[in-house]
């Protein structure tokens, strides 16, 4: 017998399976006891208090699950193998500003792999890819037809910044503080190389000529990504020295502005 979360949310049994098929709202503080999986059949948590997982196992489709204002209104630890900026609302349609269900999808996590699967994402402020997430996509072949907008279903993972809502010009900032790749720092210091971007492509659509693709802070992964008219694809914050940089297979496409005094990497 299934027991529907909506009933049973304010008496929530340790190491026992709900559903989630009705619209909920969590409106207080609910800490989850330890064990509990839930499985999502169309129903929708919209949180406006706190909810606190502990070895909290989510079974659920890639669409929206949760509904929050504010990244900090869910916590604690989650069984998930990935998490999806879908489940926060994000919508591969290149109309929806993104940008929040990805950083939402990012502090979820905490660590391992938060996925996009292949479409267009728009977004219109940095993403801020946490130490020990990778941030992973599918790969985007042929580049080239972003500029004929022939974005079919062969392109993979594209992320498109729009607007002028981005920090210090840049489209992602990787375990980052700061603006200025000349005074940045890390917010984990010293870090192992753990945190990652892959299998994206990032095509600028913004009015800044300006526009930067990834701060990067100590030890990092860039693979498998494309930078379309950015002036720089990625940057390392120099503050203090980090080993274990890698960028691989990673290619770097026309820019049509006139700043050119940075290195593409």
């Known amino acids: 017998m299934e027991r529907e979360f909506k009933n049973h949310m304010n008496a929530l049994s340790p190491n026992t399976t709900y559903v ?39 079974l659920a489709p890639i669409t929206q699950i949760f509904a929050t204002s504010n990244a900090s209104s869910i916590d604690g630890t989650w069984y998930v193998e990935r998490a999806y900026p879908q489940w926060f609302g994000a919508k591969a349609d290149n109309i929806t500003d993104c940008s929040d269900a ?50 079919d279903a062969r392109m993979g993972t594209v992320i498109i910044p729009s607007g002028t809502g981005f920090a210090g010009n840049f489209t992602i900032r990787m375990n980052t503080k700061g603006t200025n790749p000349e005074n940045a720092t890390w917010e984990i210091a010293y870090p192992s190389s753990l945190t990652a971007v892959k299998n994206i492509l990032f095509s600028n659509h913004t009015t800044d000529n300006n526009m930067r693709g990834i701060l990067c802070a100590g030890s990092f992964e860039v693979s498998h990504c494309g930078f379309n008219n950015f002036v720089q694809a990625v940057a390392s914050a120099g503050k203090y020295y980090s080993d274990n940089k890698t960028v691989t297979d990673c290619h770097f496409f026309v820019f049509n502005g006139s700043q050119s005094s940075y290195f593409a990497f």
Do not use: M, Q, W
């Open 20 to 58: 989630v098929s009705e619209n909920c709202t969590v409106a207080n503080h609910l800490s989850i006891p330890i064990g509990v999986s839930l499985i999502f059949k169309g129903g929708i948590i919209t949180i406006t208090g706190k909810l606190t997982g502990f070895r909290t196992a989510i």
């Open 102 to 151: 990805i950083n939402k999808a990012i502090l979820f996590k905490k660590t391992g792999e938060v996925f996009l699967p292949r479409g267009t994402y728009k977004i219109t402020k940095t993403i801020d890819v946490k130490y020990g997430i990778i941030l992973c996509g599918e790969k985007a072949i042929n580049p080239v037809d972003i500029a004929n907008n022939n974005l």
